[in-house]
């Protein structure tokens, strides 16, 4: 029904700049929030940020004044625009969207396959 489809990983040297994408897909009446989870190997997944319509966008502490997260609600696509990387943030991220199916049903988590960050010291 919906698929969420993230591109934009890889490898960045620490201090590089990466931007990742998110483009939603398929049968949406419309979409509240849109977002970036991380996981990075044996931990598990955390929030990084997320924008809802109309309202403020949240940052993970670890990540704030380094990333920005841009909406295109037009296009349903989410971005995340990653400065300063560190090793540590490097993780599988994972594209997160709130979607409205219809008009008379709730909305539902969907989750893109991931993307890799990988932050060489």
């Known amino acids: 029904q919906v698929q969420l489809v993230e591109s934009g990983g890889g490898l960045v040297q620490a201090g590089g700049s990466l931007r990742l994408s998110c483009a939603a897909s398929?049968?949406?009446?419309?979409?509240?929030?849109m977002g970036w989870y991380r996981q990075a190997p044996w931990k598990q997944r955390d929030l990084v940020a997320h924008m809802p319509s109309g309202g403020r966008t949240n940052y993970a502490d670890s990540v704030k004044g380094r990333f920005t997260i841009t909406r295109d609600s037009g296009k349903n696509t989410v971005y995340l625009q990653m400065n300063s990387l560190k090793p540590e943030d490097t993780a599988v991220y994972y594209c997160n969207a709130r979607v409205v199916l219809t008009s008379r049903t709730p909305p539902e988590d969907y989750w893109g396959k991931g993307t890799l960050v990988t932050v060489s010291s």
């Open positions: 398929g049968s949406i009446f419309a979409i509240n929030t």
